[in-house]
């Protein structure tokens, strides 16, 4: 972490979001007006353009050694799962965020347009690498980084970019910050890259993509053959038992299993989910990786896995217009998995030439065994713009999750003329 501040102590409660009263909100409202810290990147350092500029923020970092692959070493106190409040019956909002760590305006405003929630989970990449300095001015909120905690708790996932500088920082600084800070349960930290996050009738499952997610030329090059961990598909097996439950589940990984604008799919660790269901599974999948808003219709990996995917990538990154074209101009065609449709409305230019769109965030709502899923982007002042409205529902006896309706407030591109192929 950066010199002027003290390493993060072993307890969740001498970090953040201990007590979110109504006194302690206003007082740090006051605070966070006084100590926010000005951005130090800007969207024009972000884009492809200027490579040689990732190029030299990797260089410190070239050949670092991974860090050791945590886990949660005393199951008996704490394996990973982490109960979610309110209690049944009270609606509990879930705000996803990916690739928003890139310290820019956008991302601040993002953050500050998020509001008040239960939970905050962000699905990975700090940008450049991820190194100390990195996670601290994005996470660390003592000195003004604007990382918007929930109210209960709040999760990282790992993306590549952490991996870039080896993982340490993500598993030594980011990670003490995260996990439930509040509520009935007692302090329950996050120690490992992945978790679950769960209630009577949903479970948020977050899964490590990015600890493996590198190889090549000191580590510089993308795996798509990437497999889970060992351990972490033990934890999937052995702790969370997915095949032995029949809650809503709800995937959360850095890297989209699919995609219909580029061909570097990471698909190498399907098999290893699909072999963990003996039944038929209908589940939702939150990724990012790709810089952009896009829903997905269904998609069968193996024989007992469907997915209905949507990659929310364009939380603080460069969303660049240009590269949104889909593979294939033709709606059937199997390079399109599916596609139903993405945003690729122009916020502003940069550079004379470089179009680039919204970013924005997404908030679960769920209340029993219903999901209401909300989509916003950054367009208007201080208010938050809904773009987007689904609702799922989950039946509890068979596990299956159920489109109920979707809506378009602004006028996304349909790749699809029927959205409702999104939900069905």
């Known amino acids: 972490m950066s010199p002027a501040m003290k390493p993060p102590a072993n307890s969740q409660k001498d970090l953040v979001g201990l007590n979110r009263s109504s006194i302690v909100n206003q007082w740090r409202a006051i605070a966070d007006s006084l100590t926010k810290r000005a951005p130090g990147n800007n969207m024009h350092g972000l884009v492809d353009e200027n490579k040689l500029t990732w ?8 050949g670092n050694r991974r860090y050791p692959y945590q886990v949660y070493g005393k199951p008996e106190e704490n394996n990973g799962i982490f109960k979610i409040h309110p209690a049944a019956g009270k609606e509990t909002t879930v705000a996803l965020l990916s690739d928003w760590a890139s310290d820019t305006p956008e991302s601040q405003k993002v953050a500050s347009l998020v ?15 991820g190194n100390s300095k990195e996670i601290a001015d994005n996470f660390n909120d003592t000195f003004g980084a604007p990382w918007p905690y929930g109210d209960l708790g709040s ?19 980011l990670l003490p910050y995260m996990g439930i800070y509040s509520g009935e349960e007692s302090t329950q930290r996050q120690e490992a890259s992945y978790f679950c996050l769960e209630n009577d009738h949903w479970r948020i499952i977050g899964l490590d993509t990015g600890y493996n997610s590198l190889h090549g030329w000191l580590g510089m090059s993308p795996n798509l053959s990437m497999q889970l961990p060992d351990e972490q598909l033990a934890w999937l097996r052995d702790t969370v038992r997915l095949n032995e439950d029949r809650r809503g589940i709800i995937f959360l990984s850095h890297h989209q299993p699919l995609s219909a604008f580029d061909p570097s799919e990471f698909r190498g660790f399907l098999p290893q989910l699909t072999d963990l269901f003996t039944t038929e599974r209908t589940v939702l999948w939150f990724c990012g990786h790709e810089h952009a808003l896009a829903l997905y219709g269904q998609n069968t990996f193996g024989e007992k896995l469907s997915c209905f995917t949507r990659c929310i990538g364009n939380g603080g990154m460069p969303v660049e217009i240009r590269h949104l074209v889909p593979k294939s101009g033709e709606v059937d065609h199997p390079a399109n998995r599916n596609l139903v449709l993405y945003d690729k409305r122009t916020r502003n230019v940069i550079g004379g030439d470089i179009p680039l769109g919204h970013n924005g965030f997404v908030l679960l709502k769920l ?33 299956r999750c159920t489109g109920v309706r979707i809506t378009d407030n602004a006028g996304l591109t349909h790749f699809q003329e029927d959205l409702r192929k999104a939900i069905s």
């Open 55 to 62: 190029l030299l923020k990797c260089l410190a970092h070239l």
């Open 155 to 173: 999760f990282a996932l790992m993306g590549n970019h952490e991996m870039y500088s080896g993982g340490k920082s993500y598993f030594t600084e």
């Open 115 to 129: 509001g008040p929630v239960e939970y905050s989970i962000h699905l990975g990449d700090t940008y450049y690498v």
């Open 367 to 399: 209340c029993n065994e219903r999901l209401a899923i909300e989509y916003y982007d950054d367009s208007t002042g201080s208010a938050k713009n809904l773009l987007l409205t689904e609702e799922w529902a989950v039946n509890k006896g068979s596990g």
